[in-house]
């Protein structure tokens, strides 16, 4: 039996892997939390049961009244044969159908007590009448005849059973309450403990999940690593060809397929390929200028023996949908190296990277469409070759001319040896990052948590609005009724509602930030601080803000309407923490730092210390709740936003006044201008 969930673990995917750990742990959550939900549904209907017994019992306290009001009344008038004592009696007539009718409905879903509230109702009612025929009979001359009824204690007799009749009704409602106290206390109990356990049983589910995923995936992944390191240290050797002791089915165990099949491949094409080899032997080796230099010889030789003006080596950027130049030959390396182009730039270098085969492109300067004219004021001709890893397009390099070049008079055979030379050396050399990457693959997977916390997010959202309506009902329905502690706990319950579905939005808003992402878009960050400016400018009128923002900036490669948001965010805390100063001041600056441009939002406001710094950008942490408000998510949505392009988001130390937060994003590469016909430098 082992021996089969053992063989048909290994057979599982690594996200399959995932899924069943996943559900080991949410199978049981979901079941302690519907125990908990059932519990504090019982404990809330006891509340209610005991919070209708404790008006039954007022109203008993009521209708008893009305019983005494009826005897005193009657006895009143024949004392003192005044109208005036029959006031009490009369009210009573009035409001007994009424606390009658309330009675019955409170006591509704008792129907133990409802059979004796309908009989002790009916002795007051009988008494009543009884009261009112004898006054009746007094007024009529019948004085003797009444005070012969009065003597007789006949009517007293009545009027104690009446009473005593509520008084039991009283006591039973008495023994009902204390009953429901000592119910919702147990369950109050049981809902505690019952969570309690629930938690330490997730806590040791989910050690036990690590411990599991641990020996599925993470011992797999050191066995692939050790066998990749030998490719590292001993290329040459046949050591490469021994196959690796990983046996599952899932993707680390077909990447060890693969990478088994890449090392006959690489062993059996050093033979194929050395006449090419001879000029890759100096190419790559990796020196002091890592893999930037490698490259950048592989353009110079690639431009050299082809005889092309300008090569480049483009990769594609699966994060940002756009080309990043890794290479350049020549003395465009300097000023294009980390650039990032629009993928829609290089048409031609698209077709090659989507159909796997050399393109060609002639005429381009005649192509005067907007998003060529970069591009076409590097050369009137262009050969494309992929970069393959395991057949997969992961770049391509580049060949451009000045002069028009037919697709028949270029050497794509040697164009080609080149292009699989560079491939292969940005592979090597990435090896150890790709095990990594495959390892940080892993941890893409268990981000799948997070989504199961948004989907947890979708689900409280419900349960908070409905106790917010709940309440909100309540205090509608019985507010009146209630006493001042009752409303507000109602109260309480109504603003917790209101402060969970805003903190579900708040979850869901940072969780939605790089959900589904496209190609980047080459934005101007001037316009988009106009835009927010504008935008606010009544709130900064109002608190009489100034604002110095620098002139026009480079364009930068991310999205338009995350920018604005991040921009929003920090210019929103600007003005919060700095309103109410003597001269409040917000600063926008910028400055370019390398392939990067750093842009700083900075007030003269409260300041943060320092000690704070890096807690302000986690989610939902305030600093100062009672001072401002907000729900502590701006920043970490700015951070979040940022990190989407590579970029870094801090607090500037040493600021003298108030705050200054920094941001970089990637500036999108420019060729420099030329006259047409200036050759390539």
């Not at 079941?31 to 209708?52: E, K, M």
């Not at 491949?265 to 001879?278: F, G, K, M, T, Y």
């Not at 003597?582 to 003269?604: H, M, R, Y």
Request: hydrophobic letters at 45%; aromatic letters at 6%; glycine letters at 8%.
């Amino acid at each position: 039996m082992r021996q089969r969930v053992s063989t048909w673990w290994n057979q599982l995917r690594v996200q399959q892997k995932v899924w069943v750990i996943l559900l080991g742990l949410f199978i049981p959550l979901v079941c302690a939390l519907a125990i908990h939900v059932l519990l504090i549904t019982q404990l809330l209907a006891s509340q209610q049961q005991r919070h209708t017994a404790i008006q039954a019992r007022a109203q008993i306290h009521v209708l008893r009244r009305l019983g005494v009001d009826v005897e005193d009344a009657f006895r009143g008038y024949l004392l003192t044969k005044q109208s005036a004592f029959l006031t009490p009696m009369d009210e009573a007539e009035r409001k007994l159908p009424s606390s009658v009718a309330t009675m019955l409905s409170l006591v509704r879903d008792m129907p133990d007590l409802t059979s004796d509230v309908q009989h002790a109702a009916a002795r007051l009612e009988s008494l009543l009448k009884s009261k009112q025929t004898l006054i009746h009979d007094y007024r009529s001359g019948h004085a003797a005849r009444v005070l012969q009824y009065v003597r007789s204690g006949e009517g007293l007799r009545l009027s104690d059973a009446v009473r005593d009749e509520f008084r039991g009704i009283e006591d039973r409602l008495e023994q009902k309450i204390r009953f429901l106290e000592a119910d919702t206390a147990a369950v109050a109990r049981y809902a505690f403990w019952g969570l309690l356990l629930a938690v330490a049983g997730v806590a040791v589910l989910g050690l036990i999940g690590a411990r599991w995923l641990a020996v599925s995936i993470t011992r797999p992944l050191a066995v692939l690593q050790s066998s990749v390191a030998v490719l590292g240290k001993q290329p040459g050797t046949s050591r490469i060809l021994e196959p690796i002791a990983v046996s599952s089915g899932d993707e680390i165990g077909q990447l060890a397929r693969a990478y088994e099949e890449m090392a006959r491949q690489v062993h059996r094409h050093i033979l194929e390929l050395e006449a090419l080899n001879a000029v890759g032997s100096e190419i790559n080796t990796i020196g002091p200028d890592g893999l930037e230099g490698v490259l950048h010889r592989i353009t110079n030789r690639a431009a050299e023996l082809v005889g092309a003006d300008v090569c480049l080596v483009m990769l594609r950027s699966e994060k940002m949908g756009s080309w990043v130049i890794e290479a350049a030959s020549g003395g465009w390396n300097e000023r294009l190296h980390k650039s990032v182009m629009l993928w829609e730039e290089f048409p031609v270098s698209v077709r090659a990277f989507e159909s796997k085969e050399p393109s060609f492109g002639e005429r381009l300067r005649s192509d005067r469409r907007p998003e060529m004219l970069r591009r076409n004021l590097m050369g009137e001709s262009m050969l494309s070759l992929p970069l393959l890893s395991q057949g997969m397009p992961f770049g391509v390099l580049v060949l451009l001319q000045e002069r028009v070049v037919s697709a028949d008079s270029w050497n794509v055979r040697l164009a080609k040896g080149l292009a699989d030379e560079a491939a292969m050396a940005i592979t090597n050399a990435h090896l150890y990052e790709r095990v990594k990457e495959e390892g940080k693959g892993l941890q893409a997977r268990l981000r799948q948590l997070e989504l199961l916390a948004e989907t947890l997010a979708h689900d409280l959202r419900s349960p908070g609005e409905r106790m917010g309506e709940f309440a909100t009902l309540l205090m509608g329905e019985y507010g009146h009724r209630l006493d001042e502690r009752a409303t507000r706990w109602l109260r309480f319950i109504e603003e917790n509602g209101q402060l969970l579905r805003e903190r579900v939005e708040d979850m869901l808003a940072v969780a939605r930030i790089g959900g589904r992402m496209v190609a980047v878009e080459a934005v101007d960050p001037a316009l988009v601080v106009n835009e927010v400016l504008k935008a606010r400018a009544g709130e900064l009128e109002r608190q009489r803000m100034r604002v110095r923002a620098d002139g026009g900036s480079p364009m930068v490669a991310c999205h338009r309407a995350y920018l604005y948001q991040a921009v929003d965010n920090l210019i929103s805390n600007a003005i919060k923490f700095s309103a109410g100063r003597p001269d409040p001041l917000i600063e926008i600056t910028w400055k370019q730092a390398g392939d990067c441009v750093q842009f700083s939002v900075s007030d003269n406001g409260v300041g943060i210390p320092e000690s704070e710094r890096s807690r302000v950008f986690e989610p939902f942490v305030r600093l100062n709740p009672a001072a401002t408000k907000g729900s502590g998510i701006g920043l970490a949505i700015v951070l979040r936003i940022v990190e989407l392009y590579g970029g870094k988001v801090w607090i500037e130390p040493g600021h003298r006044v108030g705050c200054m937060v920094s941001f970089t994003l990637p500036v999108l590469g420019e060729f420099a201008v030329r006259r047409a016909g200036e050759p390539v430098r």
